[in-house]
């Protein structure tokens, strides 16, 4: 794969400090002629919200839960059902005669025929009470919509975290191959310049060994950097669908979160999905201890049959039937399975409440946790810059004390891969700290495209449940399927 970032793929953040000259020695390489940027971080974000498979996935596991409302709302509704029957009939009944008077021969009679007979029914049916069944399966299906929902955002933060961390990787390791590139050059030029001391004996070939050495170790780790650039280009696409095009600069998410850590943890605990699926989960459990104690309740039914025949049989021309018949059913004893389902309901309503005091603490611990690594990394990145100012003090103090030969070769080379170490920690803090600030928005719950203002419509959930909930009738989806 070409390495095709923009020359100023730098990666930076809000409220830091500048990396500056610093930065600009990184990208110097394979840079000069590139365009101006075409994607930004935005830009990405979007790609991924719209085409990343995994959103995808679970919106239509949203609108397939959506029909589970208009399916026990079909307990309200009548059954009606239509009967048609036709054929040819043909009947032969051969009778005997009472002899009159007794004792004389007996006689037979036979009525034979042949006719086309047919009919059609109509039956209505209509539950009229089922132990509340009906409401309390709509509140649950009402509630795994809602559930559904919750758990579509956590994917949706999931997916959008997963981009940016993407994006803020390839610009790290785009920057470390440049950076490793020019740290191959530079010990090129190192060595050259010891192999010309070497002809004037101001060095011996120990130093050119070393020198070597170091090249060897250096192009070693260009081939590392290109490894790593290829798996965070692969992921990229992964998760964004195109390949890393001229990347630019990615910036922190800060001015979306809360200002304290306390801050944090009230939204956080009352926001984010996995907590608010939790509470949907418990309603639904809720509902179905409601569902399976109203299997002990009567049920009253009420059903309706209009019949019409025509020559049912030889001597019949016409029949007409019409019935209403009501029919209570009460249950007395059935096995003592519905007295387990009541309980095992129950124990399933504890679970619920178990797991939403569990995502409650999980979700306190990972904002906690983001926020104290989104401290660590600011702090880590004023500390960096002024390590790489230093290692470059260093290096010039060591390369003029070698000209004057108070420095030998090794030293240099130390230099120079303390400077080179030190401009990689910088390049990975910058990093850190974008990827840091989505981990913090994503831990208290507020990852979104309407928070982010991503310059996408977001997709609503609740359009295709109200297409869809009160049709008593069609076999189309919405979208026309």
Known sequence: MRLRLHKNALICARATRPVGVIAAIWLIAFAASWPAAAETMTSALVKAYQNNPQINVQRAVVRATDENVPQALAGYRPRIGATITGGE??????SQLLPEPPGTPAQYFTNSGQNATYSGGLTIAQTVFNGFQTANRTRAAESSVLVARETLRNTEQSVLLNAAIAYMNVLRDYANLALQKRNV??????????????????????????????????????????????????????????????????????????????ECIAVGTSQH????????????????????????????????????????QLDVPKSYNL??????SVPLYQGGAE??????????????????DLART??????????????SVKKQIETTNQQVKAAESAL???????????RTTLDVLNAQQELVNARASVVATQRDRVVASFNLLAAIGRLSPDVLGLPVNS?????????VRDNWVGLRTPDGK
């Open 339 to 356: 007295y387990s389902a009541v309980r095992q309901a129950k124990e399933t309503l504890g679970q619920r409440r178990l797991e939403l």
């Open 89 to 94: 009939q043909s009947s032969s009944t051969t």
């Open 273 to 312: 999905p996995a907590i608010t699926s939790a509470v949907y989960n418990l309603n639904l459990a809720q509902h179905q201890v409601a569902i399976a104690e109203s299997a002990l309740l009567p049920t009253f039914v009420v059903q309706g049959n209009a019949q019409q025949s025509f020559e049912p």
């Open 396 to 406: 010039n103090g060591v390369r003029e004390e070698a000209r004057v030969g108070q």
């Open 459 to 467: 997709y609503n959930a609740a359009v295709h449940y109200q297409q």
């Open 185 to 262: 050059e530079v010990l090129q030029d190192g060595l050259r310049e010891t192999n010309t001391r070497f002809k004037v004996n101001d060095v011996t070939s120990t130093d050119i060994s070393q020198s070597e050495s170091r090249l060897a170790g250096g192009i070693t780790q260009v081939y590392s950097a290109e490894a790593n650039y290829e798996a965070s280009a692969a992921a990229y696409r992964q998760i964004i669908g195109e390949d890393p095009v001229k990347l630019s600069p990615g910036t922190a998410v800060d001015r979306f979160m809360p200002k304290t850590l306390l």
């Open 323 to 328: 019935s209403v018949i009501g029919q209570l």
């Open 362 to 375: 999980q979700v306190r611990q990972g904002i906690v946790q983001a926020w104290a690594q989104l401290e």
